[in-house]
C-alpha cells in the first residue's frame, strides 16, 4: 500500500483520550482507542508532540525531541503504541518541530551559558544601528520577533512565542542533528512525520528589514530556494532509505510552485505539503481576528489551483479541512445545529473525493462542533489571549472581542474528544485542560456508533479510497467553477469518470449540468441523501453531496 491508498487521522495528544486522570489525554489513551481507528478504517495516525517542553504553545516549543513529556506518559507506552498499532494495520506519524526549540533546551541553555558552538545553532544577531533590534520583523504571535539573548546585548530570532528560539540551519552540525532527531524515531517503527512550519528553515545569512507590507516581510524568511536543499539532504540521511515513511510539511504561507517542488517524486523532499490558503477565506483584508462570512467562490478557487497545480505537475496536496490550529468547519463553512450531519457528511465527500491524502481531525468523523465559548477565560491559547488584548487596543469592545474569539481561536479545534454522554464526554475522570463544548451529552463517539450517520459515511469514504484507482490516481478537473452555491468537479482514469456536485449551503438548489455533463447513463455511487437518479437537472438539497460514475 502506497502513500496515495491511505488516510490519516489526527489526533491532537492532549485531548484525545485521558486514562490517568490529569486532565490531558496521554499516550496510553492513544492505543486504548485503536480498536476504535481501526473500525473507522484508517492507515495512520498522526499525534501532535508529547515531548518534554514547558507548553508555552502547547508543547511546540520543544524542550528534548528524543524522550516523552511525563504528562503523557513513558517511551514504554509510545513502543507498546507503536506495536499495537501494528496489530491492527495502523502506523503512527509523529511531529516534529525542527524550526526552532524552547529556550529550555539544553543547546539554548549551553548557548545561554557560553557555549559557543551551541551559540551557533540559533541565529543570534547585534541590533542594527538607530534602531533596537537587529530587524523590524513582527512575530507571527504579536509583538517584535526578537527577544534580549541573556545580558550580552545581543537578540535571538523567535519567529513565534519568545521562548521559542529559531534555529540557524545554514550551520551543518544543526542539519545533522535534525536528521538524529527524525533516525532516532525511525528507529522506534514511526512511519510518518509532519514537520512544523518547515518552509522557514531557510534563513538567509544577511536578516534585513521588511517594508512594512505583510507579505514581503513574510517572503524574507518563508521559502527561500535553500529550504529544497535542506530538505534534500534530511531526506537522503533518514527517511529517504525507507520509502514506507510518509511525510508532510507545514507550509506557511507557501506557494503553488514552492509546494510541486516539496512534493514532486523526483526532488526527494516530501510526500505532500499542508497549504492553509483555503482557510483564509473568512479573513477579510487578511485579517484573521474578524468576524466574516466565508467566500465560497475563493474557497472552490483555491482548492481548484491547488488540485491542478500539483497534480498536474506531478505534487501531491494533503487534504483537510480542520486541524488543531483551525476552528471546525461543521461551525465555519456548515450549519452546526439544524444541519450539523448533513454539514459534516457534505465536507467529507468534497474532500475525500479529491486528489491527494484526506487527513481526518480528531472528532470530525462525529461531527464535533466550535464550544461557541463565551468568556475570556475558557480560552488557553496564547494566540487568542494575545489576539483578544490587540482586538480591546483598537477600540472592540469585550463582546465584539469574544464573539470574534468564538469563530476564529484554536481552541475552538482543540476541546476534547466527545466519547459519551458521562461527565467531561467521557475524556477524562478530572478536570479537563480545556473545556468541553456543552454538548457533548448529544454529540458523542457512543451515540454516533449506535445510531449517527456521519461515522458510518466517512467509513465508506475511506473504504472507496482502498477499493478504487480512480480516487487516488484519477485526474482532476472543476466543473461550474462560478457557481455561488454549487461544488462540482469530475475525476477520470482508463476511460472511468466520476462526477462530484455538493450544495454547500442550507437552501435547496437546482442545476442543469447538461452542459457538462453528457448523456444520462450515469449510476449512482455515493450520496450524503442516499440513493439518487441521475438526472441533466440536478436538484441538490441543503448541504447535499453526491457523486455518480460512468461504470
Request: charge should be negative; hydrophobic fraction near 30%; aromatic fraction near 14%.
Amino acid at each position: 500500500m502506497n502513500f496515495k491508498d491511505k488516510v490519516i487521522y489526527q489526533a491532537y495528544t492532549k485531548s484525545f483520550n485521558d486514562t490517568d486522570g490529569n486532565g490531558l489525554g496521554d499516550i496510553k489513551g492513544v492505543t486504548e482507542k485503536l480498536p476504535y481507528l481501526e473500525k473507522l478504517g484508517i492507515d495512520m495516525v498522526w499525534l501532535n508532540p508529547f515531548y518534554p517542553s514547558p507548553q508555552n504553545d502547547n508543547g511546540y516549543d520543544i524542550a528534548d525531541y528524543t524522550a516523552v513529556d511525563p504528562m503523557y506518559g513513558t517511551m514504554e507506552d509510545v513502543e507498546e503504541m507503536i506495536a499495537e498499532g501494528e496489530k491492527r494495520g495502523i502506523q503512527f506519524m509523529f511531529d516534529l518541530v525542527l524550526n526552532h526549540t524552547s529556550t529550555e533546551h539544553e543547546w539554548f541553555q549551553k548557548a545561554l551559558a557560553g557555549d559557543k558552538k551551541y551559540q551557533d545553532y540559533y541565529i543570534i544577531r547585534d541590533p542594527v544601528e538607530g534602531q533596537d533590534f537587529p530587524t523590524n520583523w513582527e512575530s507571527k504571535f504579536g509583538g517584535p520577533s526578537w527577544e534580549q539573548f541573556g545580558d550580552t546585548g545581543k537578540f535571538y530570532l523567535s519567529l513565534f512565542d519568545p521562548t521559542q528560539a529559531d534555529l540557524d540551519w545554514r550551520n551543518p552540525e544543526v542539519r545533522e542533528e535534525a536528521a538524529k532527531i527524525v533516525q532516532f524515531w525511525i528507529d522506534k517503527g514511526v512511519k510518518g512525520f509532519r514537520f512544523d512550519v518547515i518552509n522557514l528553515i531557510g534563513k538567509d545569512e544577511e536578516l534585513v528589514n521588511a517594508t512594512g507590507d505583510i507579505d514581503q516581510e513574510k517572503s524574507l524568511y518563508t521559502d527561500r530556494p535553500i529550504v529544497h536543499d535542506y530538505l534534500r539532504e534530511l531526506n537522503q540521511k533518514t527517511f529517504g532509505n525507507h520509502p514506507e515513511v510518509i511525510t508532510v510539511g507545514e507550509m506557511s504561507s507557501t506557494s503553488i510552485e514552492s509546494s510541486i517542488g516539496y512534493t514532486h517524486p523526483d526532488n526527494d523532499e516530501l510526500t505532500m505539503v499542508f497549504s492553509f490558503h483555503h482557510l483564509k477565506v473568512d479573513y477579510p483584508n487578511k485579517e484573521k481576528w474578524s468576524k466574516a462570512p466565508f467566500d465560497f467562490l475563493e474557497l472552490k478557487e483555491i482548492m481548484h489551483d491547488w488540485q491542478i497545480g500539483l497534480g498536474e505537475n506531478g505534487g501531491w496536496n494533503a487534504l483537510f479541512w480542520n486541524n488543531h490550529d483551525q476552528p471546525r468547519t461543521v461551525s465555519r463553512f456548515g450549519d452546526d445545529e439544524k444541519y450539523r450531519e448533513k454539514s459534516a457528511t457534505g465536507q467529507g465527500h468534497i474532500l475525500h473525493f479529491m486528489q491527494g491524502t484526506p487527513y481526518v481531525y480528531m472528532g470530525e468523523e462525529i461531527g464535533m462542533t466550535n464550544p461557541h465559548f463565551t468568556e475570556l477565560d475558557q480560552y488557553r491559547d496564547i494566540e487568542s489571549h494575545n489576539a483578544y488584548k490587540e482586538l480591546i487596543a483598537k477600540g472592540k469592545t469585550p463582546e465584539e472581542s469574544l464573539e470574534i474569539l468564538a469563530e476564529k481561536s484554536r481552541d475552538n479545534g482543540r476541546t476534547p474528544m466527545q466519547w459519551s454522554a458521562e461527565e467531561n464526554g467521557g475524556f477524562t475522570s478530572g478536570t479537563p485542560w480545556l473545556q468541553l463544548a456543552d454538548n457533548y451529552k448529544e454529540i458523542n463517539v457512543e451515540k454516533e456508533l449506535e445510531s449517527g450517520e456521519i461515522f458510518p459515511y466517512y467509513q465508506k469514504l475511506i473504504q472507496l479510497r482502498k477499493e478504487h484507482a480512480i480516487m487516488r490516481d484519477g485526474s482532476y478537473a472543476s466543473m461550474f467553477l462560478d457557481h455561488e452555491q454549487v461544488w462540482a468537479y469530475r475525476r477520470q482514469l482508463d476511460g472511468e469518470e466520476w462526477i462530484t456536485f455538493a450544495n454547500f449551503y442550507d437552501t435547496p438548489v437546482s442545476i442543469d449540468i447538461s452542459s457538462e455533463v453528457d448523456g444520462d447513463k450515469w449510476n449512482y455511487l455515493l450520496g450524503n441523501y442516499g440513493e439518487k437518479a441521475f438526472s441533466q437537472v440536478l436538484e441538490l438539497a441543503p448541504y447535499e453531496a453526491v457523486t455518480f460514475t460512468n461504470k
